[in-house]
């Protein structure tokens, strides 16, 4: 997709501030996709100058949600309500500190109806910080439908 670095991020995704865990999109296809994320000293999952395990956990399935945002608009559909399903193999080997930015990839397995499982990795420069396989269900119902 093209211009996908200058999109709003709450363009692809239900979230909205301060619940959002994903500053942008920078490539994103059928497969694939990578995320980018800034820790900053105003985000809600912030410990003690580091982000904690549960704001990475929701970037890495924010992370998903924009990429299935990013198959929504290819496909000219909004963008749809999704659940996470199940998360295994989580693995958080440590927690980034404020400034530094997370480049997060997710990598699709499978999709079947509106199932969706992935493998999520996320990265400080060239150290991988976190990972899980996460299985997001996705709702028929758009998502500006819920939020006014």
Same mark, same amino acid.
């Given at each position: 997709?093209?211009?996908?670095? #200058?999109?709003?991020?709450?363009?692809? %995704? *239900?979230?909205? *501030? *301060?619940?959002?865990?994903?500053?942008?999109?920078?490539? /994103?296809?059928m497969e694939e996709a990578v995320t980018e994320l800034v820790v900053r000293e105003d985000n809600i999952f912030l410990d003690d100058q580091k982000l904690a395990p549960a704001g990475m956990i #929701?970037?890495?399935?924010?992370? /998903?949600?924009?990429?299935m945002g990013c198959v929504n608009r290819l496909r000219g559909e909004s963008v749809k309500i999704g659940f996470i399903?199940? %998360?295994?193999d989580c693995r958080i080997i440590r927690q980034p500190r404020c400034g530094e930015t997370l480049t997060t990839q997710v =990598?699709? %397995? #499978?999709?079947?109806? $509106?199932?969706?499982?992935a493998?999520? $990795?996320v990265m400080v420069n060239d150290e991988e910080i976190a990972s899980a396989r996460i299985k997001i269900a996705l $709702? #028929?119902? *758009?998502?500006?439908? %819920?939020? =006014?």
């Open positions: 997709m093209d211009n996908l670095r #200058e999109l709003p991020i709450t363009d692809l %995704i *239900p979230q909205r *501030p *301060p619940f959002v865990m994903v500053d942008r999109v920078l490539s /994103c296809d #929701e970037n890495m399935a924010q992370s /998903c949600a924009a990429r399903g199940d %998360i295994r =990598h699709i %397995i #499978e999709e079947v109806f $509106s199932l969706t499982l493998n999520v $990795s $709702s #028929e119902t *758009p998502a500006v439908d %819920i939020q =006014h």
